[in-house]
């Protein structure tokens, strides 16, 4: 039992480059989430998903897309990388009525 | 609109003392609370929530927290400090009545403890 793992760990890309992060969980979550975290704002959501096939924007969601094709699978979408998308970013999923999150370890992207 | 203050950046203490690192939330409703906590380069993890019932709650490593109705704080709370509690808290809150399950986050409150 892996929990929730995220695909890369860490990443560099240049202005205007597109790129995917992954994120997977095996423990038969229906709501899946995306935030990013950067130094003195906490976590901010940027999409999440309550069952496959549906998405939702969060606080933060321009300059992203997400996909939910597969219920373990949460896909968050770059396409058109800015400086502004540095950030960690963390996936988490949890069961509905329940809204424990668990958390991936992260993804750290540099955008230069 | 629901949010949630951390107004404490940092909280520095020795071990063996007690701690405590501070949170209050705003809801429109009952609130589910929860504590999280982060190591260096690592993602977050789950220590403790309140969801009804006794307002004091025990989680995972010692830590412990009262839900304060009145005050709107769910303050977290361990007697005796370790070297390995230092790391990033987050406190979150739901609101008891939304049906998407989204968590609002504080800022997080560094934790050192010195030995």
């Known amino acids: 039992n892996a929990g929730v793992t995220q695909t890369p760990k860490f990443r560099v890309l240049k202005t205007g480059q597109s790129m995917t992060l992954l994120c997977a969980q095996d423990?038969?979550?229906?709501?899946m989430y995306w935030y990013r975290q950067d130094p003195g704002m906490g976590l901010r959501l940027i999409h999440y998903?309550?069952?496959?096939?549906?998405?939702a924007k969060g606080e933060v969601p321009d300059g992203y897309n997400v996909s939910r094709l597969k219920k373990q699978n949460f896909l968050l979408g770059l396409e058109s990388a800015a400086p502004s998308q540095t950030s960690v970013y963390f996936c988490?999923?949890?069961?509905?009525?329940?809204?424990?999150?668990?958390f991936g370890p992260g993804t750290r992207l540099t955008v230069l | 609109a629901q949010s949630v203050a951390q107004p404490e950046d940092q909280v520095n203490v020795a071990e063996g003392n007690p701690l405590t690192v501070k949170c209050t939330y705003s809801v429109s409703g009952n609130p589910y609370l929860f504590w999280y906590v982060q190591y260096p380069n690592r993602g977050l993890q789950f220590l403790l929530k309140y969801i009804t019932g006794d307002n004091l709650v025990k989680g995972s490593y010692g830590f412990e927290a009262e839900f304060n109705k009145s005050q709107t704080s769910f303050h977290l709370k361990k007697p005796s400090a370790l070297v390995s509690d230092s790391a990033l808290y987050f406190c979150?809150?739901?609101?008891?009545?939304?049906?998407?399950?989204?968590?609002?986050f504080g800022r997080g409150t560094q934790l050192t403890v010195w030995p």
């Open positions: 998903s309550v069952g496959e096939g549906t998405t």
């Open positions: 988490a999923s949890s069961f509905p009525l329940i809204y424990t999150q668990y």
């Open positions: 423990m038969n979550h229906e709501y």
């Open positions: 979150a809150v739901r609101d008891r009545g939304s049906t998407l399950g989204r968590l609002y």
